[in-house]
């Protein structure tokens, strides 16, 4: 038994399968990814084995065997990726690769066929996909994407001084700021489930090259997020692409991203109600909000409103902060029913909903370090107030 695409070569004309052998080899294949029995995508991977398959065709006369040979061609390759089934039981996803040229004996012709095959029972490979502005790499532009490289520790350039007369440099104590990181990696087109198996059309690869160059191009700066970490955002611009049919022959597209160092986790946030005694610190303790911690500083928003009583200084303080971000002079009054934001993440500040940074007196705004995560407050007056701390992970 000799089957390939589910269609046997006599179903094709008299053709006769005269012998099929395995050569292994350890040379590169084709792997591919499947979906509801569809092949989709196919990439390279190691360990391969070919099959050799010589025919016999055979005719009345010699225009029949060119008939049949031609029908036996535009078979091979139009069935692209196709389940091949062997007398040995043995069954492969595997792609017809090469075609002899027809040895003429009498008004029959020989042929071998050659094709790359891997074993069917094979797992498929993981990939990487992404939402890039919006959009998923596989649902809504129709390609497998996999990394190729990335630098997950980015570089830094620390702060660093020469000073004439002395060997070296000194470095200054801050820490230094993490750059960009580059990610890399293949994007390969794929058919949709509900096509045929073979190759994509030049005009649908033609069309599906434009609308992946408007999704990558014209997007600028925007959130990329893993299907692998959902919940952890990075600001990512498109740099460069290029594409190739040399391993996959519907193509595939070599992309390059450069990636904000730090990666954004979702908003957490807790509410207290807190009585307020003048001049005594009362401080919120979110470390459980971070089961995983936080491998970066984290900017904290605070909404402060007034419950009872009237407030003239507010301070907020955070651990491993120099000094503590101060408000407060003789024109400033929270009262009753005021609100008081204090953005970290945007570095401003509102008082019922009106821009408040003349009242700024010292201080940064508050910025949580990577553990101990605490926010302390402390009044120049008794009051009752609701606080509410919002901020989010982020990561390097």
Request: aromatic share 6%; proline share 6%.
């Amino acid at each position: 038994m000799f089957r390939f695409n589910r269609i046997d070569p006599s179903q094709l004309g008299r053709i006769r399968v005269l012998r099929v052998s395995d050569r292994p080899d350890r040379s590169m294949e084709v792997q591919h990814i499947s979906r509801n029995g569809h092949v989709l995508a196919s990439l390279r991977t190691y360990k391969t084995h070919s099959v050799v398959c010589e025919m016999l065709i055979l005719g009345r006369s010699r225009a029949e065997v060119t008939i049949t040979l031609e029908r036996l061609r535009r078979w091979l390759l139009d069935s692209g990726t196709a389940e091949l089934e062997t007398d040995s039981g043995r069954v492969c996803l595997a792609e017809c690769t090469g075609i002899s040229a027809p040895e003429y004996r009498g008004i029959s012709a020989g042929v071998s066929v050659t094709f790359i095959c891997r074993n069917a029972g094979k797992s498929d490979p993981d990939t990487d996909g992404f939402t890039f502005a919006g959009r998923h790499v596989t649902r809504d532009m129709g390609c497998i994407f996999l990394l190729d490289r990335a630098n997950p520790v980015p570089a830094v350039t620390p702060y660093k001084l020469s000073i004439p007369g002395l060997p070296g440099t000194i470095r200054y104590e801050e820490v230094p700021e993490p750059e960009e990181k580059t990610i890399s990696g293949t994007l390969y087109l794929m058919r949709k489930a509900t096509e045929p198996d073979g190759p994509i059309q030049q005009a649908e690869i033609i069309r599906r090259l434009r609308k992946l160059s408007t999704w990558l191009l014209m997007n600028g700066r925007a959130p990329l997020i893993w299907d692998a970490e959902p919940d952890i955002s990075w600001q990512a611009e498109f740099v460069s692409a290029e594409f190739d049919r040399q391993e996959w022959h519907n193509g595939r597209i070599r992309v390059q991203f450069v990636l904000q160092p730090v990666g954004i986790g979702q908003e957490v946030s807790r509410t207290v109600q807190i009585s307020m005694k003048a001049n005594v610190p009362c401080t919120l303790d979110l470390t459980d909000l971070f089961p995983d911690g936080t491998g970066y500083p984290v900017p904290v928003d605070l909404l402060i409103r007034g419950k009872k009583g009237s407030v003239g200084r507010v301070s907020v303080n955070c651990t491993g902060m120099a000094e503590p971000f101060v408000m407060g002079d003789r024109n400033f009054q929270m009262n009753t029913g005021d609100i008081l934001r204090i953005m970290g993440t945007e570095r401003v500040v509102f008082l019922n909903g009106k821009p408040a940074g003349i009242y700024v007196l010292s201080g940064d705004y508050p910025v949580m370090p990577t553990e101990d995560l605490c926010v302390t407050l402390l009044m120049n007056a008794d009051a009752d107030l609701e606080i509410t701390a919002r901020c989010c992970p982020r990561w390097v």
